[in-house]
């Protein structure tokens, strides 16, 4: 099991910097809403993402070398962070900050839509995450452009909504 104490800190801090950035240009800033956002950082996406990024690494491996196994795992990681992952991140944002009315198919679109607008960016970062970092380092790295990627997806519902 991949879960250590430096992860779960950078997994919680840092989506919290970039949460409490842009919930401050939106306008929806609270207390609970970070310190919710830092628990969901901490303990689940800590947890989720490492053993992604393990058993992807695992998996190519075995199956595949050269170009097509780090295309594979640059595709692999864009698409684990999909349309349904980003509306579940605005979901966990939209219940902290008790606007649950706000949950429905309007908000899954925003997800579709900030997904497709950052695909590109996504798959140049990604690629350099997952083919030129080593695994030890690589939630955090990860986190680090996660972070500028959040506060985008953070933001996704004023510019797309």
């Not at 949460?19 to 800033?29: E, K, L, Q, R, Y």
């Not at 990604?126 to 985008?152: D, E, G």
Request: proline share 2%.
């Amino acid at each position: 099991m991949i879960y250590t104490k430096r992860d779960s800190f950078w997994g919680g801090f840092l989506l919290v910097l970039s949460d409490t950035i842009a919930s401050f240009v939106s306008g929806d800033f609270s207390i609970i809403r970070l310190v919710g956002m830092f628990i969901v950082g901490a303990a689940l996406y800590a947890v989720e993402i490492p053993h992604y990024f393990a058993w992807l690494e695992r998996f190519t491996r075995r199956r595949l070398d050269g170009m097509k196994r780090k295309l594979t795992k640059t595709v692999a990681v864009a698409l684990f962070f999909n349309p349904l992952w980003i509306f579940r991140h605005f979901v966990f944002i939209y219940l902290l900050l008790g606007k649950t009315d706000l949950i429905n198919g309007d908000l899954f679109h925003t997800a579709i839509l900030s997904f497709a607008f950052n695909l590109p960016f996504s798959l140049i970062g990604n690629y350099i995450i997952q083919n030129k970092i080593s695994l030890k380092w690589r939630f955090v790295f990860s986190s680090v452009f996660s972070a500028m990627i959040t506060l985008y997806y953070s933001l996704s519902p004023m510019i797309f909504g």
